[in-house]
Structures are given as C-alpha cells and as structure tokens.
C-alpha cells in the first residue's frame, strides 16, 4: 500500500512538473571516504590489513510553481536519489500542496516536516516522515485550524483556536486502529495564555486529557506556570499526572528558578516523580554560566557547532543530585587562545570515584585553507581507562572549492588487569556539491 501511494505521489509530481508555471531545479552531492583501521596490539602497520573506499553519490530535485498572484506557492517538491554501496535509494521526499482552503503534505524516507503536540505531549505527532506520512491543514473561517495526520495506523486530530485572547485546542489520537484488542483512543483539551495578578502576569498552560478503554480509562492533566517578578528572575512551576495512561500511572513535579545577567546566569531546579511503590527520591539539579562576552547566549557557549565562535573565556557548571545523594558533577570551559587562530574547549565529567571523564578538544585555522583538529579524550569506568588521542583536519580546495577532511586516531584501553588493547584509525574524505 505504501509503495503505491509512493508511486502515485511521484507520478503527480512529473505531472505537476510539466506544467509551464513549474520551477524545477537540480543539485547534488558526490562522497569520497577513505578508511583504514589498525591493531597496534598485534603489530599491525600501515601495509597490513585491507583500506576501504567508499563512494556515496546524491542527486537533489526540487520543484515549485507559484499561482496567479505571484505571492502564493501552489504546491512544491523535494526529493532525492542515493547510491550508497550500489544500492539506489530515494531519500528525503516531500510534497506540499497549498490551495486556498487547505494545505497537505506527504513526506517519508528521513524527510521532516515539522512537530505538531499538544501540551506536556500527550498526542504528539513528531515531524520525521519514516517510510509514509501524510498531513492536512484546514482553516476554518478564521476561528480555528484543524489538522489531520496520519502515520501508519496511527490517525490524530487537532483543533487550534483562540478565545478572547487565549490559544485553545483539542486533539484526538486513534492508534492501532486495525487491532481490535490494542486499539487507543485518546482525547485531549488545551488553554494557554497569560493571566494578570496584581502586577504581575502568569503565563499559564494547562491540558486535561482521557485515554477511553472498554475496562478501564486512564486520565491525565498538566499544569505549567510561569512567572517573572523581575526582567532577570524567572519562576517556573509544572505538574503533570497521569493515571495508566503510561505503563505507570505517575505525578510528576517540577520547580525551577533561573536568574540571568549579562555576564551569568543562575539555574536551580527540584523535581519529584510520585510512583506508586516506587523510588520517590527528588532530583536535584544546579546550573551556572559565567561568560566575558555575550557573543553566543548561555545555551550555545559549548555547541559543537559554535563554541569556536566565541571571543572570551566562558564556563559552565552542572550538579545532579538524587535526593541528598550526589549524582553527577559536569564542569566546561571554552576560551580562544590566539585571536581568530587558535580556540579550545575542555569538558570534564566526575560520576564518582570509579567514574569520571576528561575531554580537550582544540581548533586551529593554521591558514586560510587549512584548519586541524586536535584531541584527547580520557575515560575511567570500573571496568577499564580508555585514553583516545585525534587529530582532524579540514583543507578547502581553490579559493571556494569543497573541503577534504583527513586524519587519525589511537585509541588505548587498559582493563583491571592492566592488559592493554591498542586500535587506530587513518581517514580522509572529500564531498563535491554541484
């Protein structure tokens, strides 16, 4: 069935695509990876053992066609085609339709659309396609938007309004309807907005909803508050509860404060699970940011795509505690060495004696073609230290040409023995877009 309406979709698009008003365009993407691994522990060199090259080609289409007023997208579509170890896939397919009155989209094969969730989650339709996924958007005289979608056998409703200032909404999730016994039937409602006390205002949220069974119903509620008494100090306060909705019916609460300011920020949070028969204990967790700049905000100071980025020292410090017992402690700390050259980040994790990591990692823009990588990585559990050394390498081709990446890596585990193990690793890849 699948493959069928996949069939179909793709005939509709070449369809679509014949028509004068499309835009169609092409692009693509061509991987080149070398690999060769090594075992230091029985003498293995560069000439033992068997190199492996990996070639991964991409080809991207995208089409669209605009309506008469030039301001509206009709309908668009994206896919793409694979060759990954000669297999031909098609990957990442979407096609949306948008007319006056609706709008509906099909996606699948890693493809994503977007997130679509009552509060606290309670029918959540998640925006991966998987294999199949179809979706549609109905607005209903300027009052309300209804949306439909559909995954596997798996169908949710929702309704999304606004009254008198305040978001409502409803949502109904059918699962597993072919399976008589299994069957779920879930209904959810919804508010959310924000409420004026004295001279305050508390933005609420709040959701009730019923799991319908033929013996028994589950139920399930959430409340989550927030308020600012001042412009650098926020309070946050959730309850959620829900009775056999999940495989244990549970409350659960949380309480946080954060404090910001320019130079840091401050975050305490205590939450309580309430399991019947179960382990009561609160969690525990403390949370502090010092930066010298405010270049990057407090939740990307240690990024992996940004912590570089960075003009000025920045730490950050993580506590977890399980009830009065100490859980894990995360320390981090990022700082440029030399001025748009040379940056490192350092993490350390400590989960007991027995227990406890140290990571470095460092970037260096040697010149304006080339940047390296290094790191080293050591990790201590009960039952062995592993000491990892890496060094990466990044080289841009021409002056805008694709970038080849290449380097190596040790990796050395010691047991309780104090037997060694030694591996290794020598890569290097290239990707040509077009």
């Known amino acids: 069935m699948r493959k069928k309406a996949l069939v179909i979709t793709l005939a509709l698009v070449l369809a679509f695509a014949s028509s004068a008003m499309a835009a169609v365009s092409f692009s693509g993407k061509f991987n080149l990876d070398f690999a060769k691994d090594f075992d230091f522990t029985d003498n293995d060199n560069l ?5 492996t090259l990996t070639p991964k080609l991409t080809f991207s289409i995208s089409a669209s066609s605009k309506g008469e007023s030039e301001d509206r997208v009709d309908w668009e579509f994206s896919s793409g085609v694979k060759l990954d170890n000669d ?24 493809a994503e659309l977007s997130d679509k969730a009552t509060q606290f989650g309670w029918i959540s339709a998640s ?11 109905v607005p209903v005289a300027d009052v309300a938007t209804v949306t439909a979608d559909f995954e596997g056998t798996t169908m949710r409703l929702f309704v999304d309004g606004a009254v008198e200032g305040y978001n409502v909404g409803a949502a109904y999730e059918l699962a597993k309807w072919e399976d008589e016994a299994n069957r779920t039937n879930r209904v959810v409602v919804q508010a959310d907005g924000s409420i004026p006390a004295g001279d305050l205002d508390i933005a609420l949220k709040a959701a009730v909803g019923i799991d319908v069974k033929k013996e028994d119903s589950g139920f399930a509620f959430g409340v989550d508050a927030t308020v600012n008494p001042t412009d650098a100090l926020s309070l946050n306060v959730v309850v959620k509860n829900n009775d056999k909705w999940a495989a244990k019916g549970q409350t659960d609460v949380t309480a946080a404060a954060t404090y910001t300011e320019a130079a840091f920020q401050l975050k305490g949070e ?33 990024n992996k795509d940004k912590w570089y980025t960075n003009d000025a020292p920045a730490f950050g410090v993580k506590a977890e505690l399980s009830g009065a017992n100490f859980s ?32 470095v990692l460092g970037r ?36 805008t040409g694709p970038s080849v990446t290449f380097g190596a890596e040790t990796k050395t585990v010691t047991d309780a023995a104090d037997a060694k193990t030694k591996t290794g690793k020598i890569f290097a890849g290239v990707e040509v877009a077009f």
Do not use: C, H
């Open 328 to 359: 894990k402690l995360t320390i981090d700390a990022t700082a440029p060495v030399v001025a748009d050259v040379a940056s490192v980040k350092a993490n350390a994790i400590y989960g007991g004696k027995s227990s406890y990591s140290a990571d």
């Open 270 to 302: 205590v939450s309580q699970s309430f399991v019947k028969d179960g382990d009561n204990k609160p969690g525990i967790t403390l949370t502090g940011f010092y930066r010298m700049s405010d270049t990057l905000n407090y939740g990307d100071l240690f």
């Open 47 to 51: 000439f033992d053992g068997t190199y």
């Open 364 to 399: 260096i823009v040697a010149t304006s073609k080339l940047t390296l990588s290094p790191q080293v990585k050591f990790t201590k559990t009960a039952a062995d230290d592993t000491l990892e050394l890496k060094l990466g390498a990044s080289y841009r081709i021409g002056d």
């Open 87 to 110: 297999n031909w896939t098609l990957s990442k397919y979407k096609l949306g339709l948008y007319d006056q009155y609706f709008k509906a989209w099909v996606w699948g094969a890693g």
């Open 127 to 137: 925006k991966a396609g998987g294999d199949l996924r179809s979706r549609v958007e």
